[in-house]
């Protein structure tokens, strides 16, 4: 576990995710301390602060360090924040769920996002947890045979699934999907990524996206990607987040997935969202090749 000098960390599950105490995101952090945080990241992959009052400013600040902000095809930026994006559901919305499907952000983009920074603002009196899926845990879990079977392959992402969604109940949900012009992309990742930092592997599909195994039929590769993203989100990879006004969540995107439990309808519930620009996925045999 680790120990750091500047903060505390708790692990909330066995198997992902820690609250972090002492750190106050409103004031810079020098370069010891954000060194030890994204330690922590890496060892825990989704990192909560409790209690930060944070401006917008100093949110996009906080994720600065991280990285760059990324543009979300689908949601149009704050006007006054470029950088963010307002995760917004109304008590009066119905149907659609933002984020309520098991997902790794974008990965219909050539380069996903490594993380995100997000902030609750405004919270529903109970429910609107979050889950993640400790993605690394689910590849060393999978059997010998499995892992071999899975460690060349490459598949396909794409986001047609939203835009399908969008046509069908538009209206809905148009105040979290509120761009006109969407672009679907069809890209292809490793089904096993090698993680940038820690060279970790991790299962890298998801059933919001993947789509198909590359050079494989979406009726080949149906019940296997359906077998793993099933097996993915059994309990003990996961943890789950109540989430209260001030709280911060900071995922690693590169080797988990989230789920945003639609349970508080007939509530309010505003995130604030900070995307951080990732790299390309790198697979196990381009490693093999290139080195
Ligand atoms: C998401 O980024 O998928 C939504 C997460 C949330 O609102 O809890």
């Not at 505390?8 to 995101?25: F, N, R, V, Y």
């Not at 296997?224 to 989100?233: E, G, M, P």
């Amino acid at each position: 576990m680790l120990k750091s000098d500047y903060f505390t960390t708790h692990p909330i599950s066995g198997a992902l995710g820690a609250e972090i105490s002492g750190l106050d995101l409103s004031m810079p952090l020098n370069a010891a301390v954000f060194e030890q945080l994204h330690q922590a990241l890496i060892e825990y992959k989704v990192l909560f602060f409790r209690d930060q009052d944070l401006t917008p400013e100093q949110h996009i600040a906080f994720g600065r360090m991280f990285g760059e902000p990324m543009e979300d095809e689908f949601v149009k930026e704050m006007d006054a924040h470029p950088e963010l994006i307002e995760l917004l559901q109304e008590a009066d919305d119905s149907g659609y769920n933002f984020g309520g499907t098991w997902h790794s952000d974008s990965t219909y983009r050539e380069q996903p996002p490594m993380g995100v920074a997000l902030y609750a603002r405004e919270l529903p009196p109970f429910g609107g947890d979050t889950t993640w899926t400790n993605m690394e845990l689910v590849y060393s879990s999978l059997s010998k045979g499995m892992q071999t079977l899975l460690d060349p392959l490459k598949a396909e992402h794409v986001a047609q699934g939203y835009r399908e969604k969008m046509s069908i109940i538009k209206g809905d949900y148009t105040k979290s999907f509120n761009k006109e012009d969407i672009v679907v992309r069809n890209v292809s990742h490793p089904v096993v990524r090698k993680h940038p930092v820690s060279g970790n592997k991790s299962l890298y599909i998801n059933e919001a996206y993947a789509l198909r195994f590359s050079g494989m039929t979406e009726d080949e590769s149906k019940p296997l990607i359906d077998y793993l993203c099933r097996f993915a989100i059994q309990p003990h990879f996961t943890c789950r987040f109540r989430w209260l006004p001030g709280s911060l969540a900071l995922w690693d995107n590169r080797n988990t997935m989230h789920f945003a439990i639609g349970d508080y309808f007939g509530h309010r519930r505003l995130m604030h969202r900070y995307t951080i620009q990732g790299d390309t996925p790198v697979g196990l045999v381009e490693v093999a090749n290139n080195g």
